[in-house]
């Protein structure tokens, strides 16, 4: 294994699990395993977050084809550099979130509206479905397909995403994709299987500076990096 896919390898595992741990979507994990099987829960998360991972180190790849290559490294500095003070003006400017009540607030609201769209159809009608595909739903279960898609439009447009992107233009894309499926893959089994007691001890100003500093380093290294 070269030294350039361990290298994108451990920047990709270290930012993935400094930007998961304490996010909205590792929330969302948390609560969801709590009402739902956890098989289902975890399936439907880490794909998302496989398919987002790998759709953005693939921008990330293309970049450098599309524009200069010196110009993507000036890019990636900048994204670095401002997701990092962006991360450390959070931690000591906002206080502590509120983010876990927010998620569990919003899985209240879906989880009324979908019961009381269910008691509507009528229990013939839930029977009926159950019988018409019982195959597909063994593996694309209603669980499995929300999971996915609360955490796929969770992340899309997320700093973690674009960090993705700037890291897979700067480091080898094997090795940040490697990295990021491993680090989502962490976390999302600690959410599932920590639950909301893991989610509640998580100090999210603390995360919030490690993060802010990795960052500032994967700038400043971006910043002095030779262009070949």
Same mark, same amino acid.
């Given at each position: 294994?070269?030294?350039?896919?361990?290298?994108?390898?451990?920047?990709?595992?270290?930012?993935?699990?400094?930007?998961?741990?304490?996010?909205?979507?590792?929330?969302?994990?948390?609560?969801?395993?709590?009402?739902?099987?956890?098989?289902?829960?975890?399936?439907?998360?880490?794909?998302?977050?496989?398919?987002?991972?790998?759709?953005?180190?693939?921008?990330?790849?293309?970049?450098?084809?599309?524009?200069?290559?010196?110009?993507?490294?000036?890019?990636?500095?900048?994204?670095?550099?401002?997701?990092?003070?962006?991360?450390?003006?959070?931690?000591?400017?906002?206080?502590?979130?509120?983010?876990?009540?927010?998620?569990?607030?919003?899985?209240?609201?879906?989880?009324?509206?979908?019961?009381?769209?269910?008691?509507?159809?009528? #229990?013939?009608?839930?029977?009926? #479905? #159950?019988?018409?595909?019982?195959?597909?739903?063994?593996?694309?279960?209603?669980?499995?397909?929300?999971?996915?898609?609360?955490?796929?439009?969770?992340?899309?447009?997320?700093?973690?995403?674009?960090?993705?992107?700037?890291?897979?233009?700067?480091?080898?894309?094997?090795?940040?994709?490697?990295?990021?499926?491993?680090?989502?893959?962490?976390?999302?089994?600690?959410?599932?299987?920590?639950?909301?007691?893991?989610?509640?001890?998580?100090?999210? #100003?603390?995360?919030?500076?490690?993060?802010?500093?990795?960052?500032?380093?994967?700038?400043?290294?971006?910043?002095?990096?030779?262009?070949?």
């Amino acid at each position: 294994m070269s030294y350039s896919i361990v290298q994108g390898f451990t920047k990709s595992l270290a930012m993935t699990v400094l930007s998961e741990i304490g996010d909205k979507t590792f929330f969302a994990a948390a609560i969801l395993a709590m009402r739902h099987p956890r098989r289902y829960v975890l399936a439907g998360c880490l794909s998302a977050l496989i398919v987002m991972t790998v759709l953005s180190a693939a921008v990330g790849w293309a970049a450098p084809n599309l524009i200069s290559r010196t110009l993507t490294k000036h890019i990636a500095t900048v994204l670095f550099l401002g997701f990092g003070l962006w991360s450390l003006w959070d931690a000591f400017h906002e206080g502590e979130s509120e983010e876990l009540a927010e998620v569990e607030a919003e899985l209240d609201a879906d989880l009324k509206a979908s019961s009381g769209a269910s008691r509507a159809n009528g #229990k013939d009608d839930d029977d009926t #479905k #159950k019988k018409s595909r019982p195959f597909f739903s063994q593996f694309f279960s209603p669980i499995f397909l929300k999971a996915f898609s609360i955490t796929f439009f969770g992340e899309w447009g997320d700093k973690s995403q674009l960090a993705t992107i700037g890291l897979a233009a700067a480091e080898n894309p094997l090795g940040v994709v490697l990295g990021g499926i491993l680090g989502q893959a962490l976390c999302q089994t600690a959410a599932v299987f920590g639950g909301k007691s893991l989610a509640t001890q998580i100090s999210e #100003k603390l995360i919030a500076v490690s993060g802010g500093i990795l960052f500032i380093v994967f700038g400043i290294q971006s910043f002095f990096a030779t262009v070949e």
